[in-house]
């Protein structure tokens, strides 16, 4: 990477992050490389910059404090559900490849809803 880069934390400071112009504070620049492989390719950072504005709205509102409390469950209920069904009591497991099923699990369901969520299904994540 080797950027000089500024976080900002808390949602007064995140509040700049979000409304500041694209000329300011390029975001896809930073976030792309590091956020590709969570939200997939052609998904918030890896979009032109006006793609990115339309799904921003989405994220301002799905990723609020008060939101994040109510996924936790979800979250919760997800991982366990996973790591029950595809773990066991011992082994090798692909850690990186776990998480990542996770993580699309749980953000499909907290983000896009039960529906959405039950049309996908471990194993198939990210194969064409």
Known sequence: ????L?????SKASSHF???????LNAEEVYGPIM????????CYDVPHA???????MLKTGLTIAKFKKYVPMIEEETETYFAKHWGESGQKDLFSALSEVIIMTASRCLQGSEI????????IGRA
């Open 1 to 4: 990477m080797g950027q000089k």
């Open 6 to 10: 500024t976080y900002l934390i808390g």
């Open 18 to 24: 979000f409304n500041a112009k694209n000329d300011d």
């Open 36 to 43: 590709t492989p969570v939200f997939g390719e052609g998904v």
């Open 51 to 57: 793609t990115f504005l339309e799904q921003k709205k």
């Open 117 to 124: 969520r039950g049309m996908m299904y471990e194993g198939e």
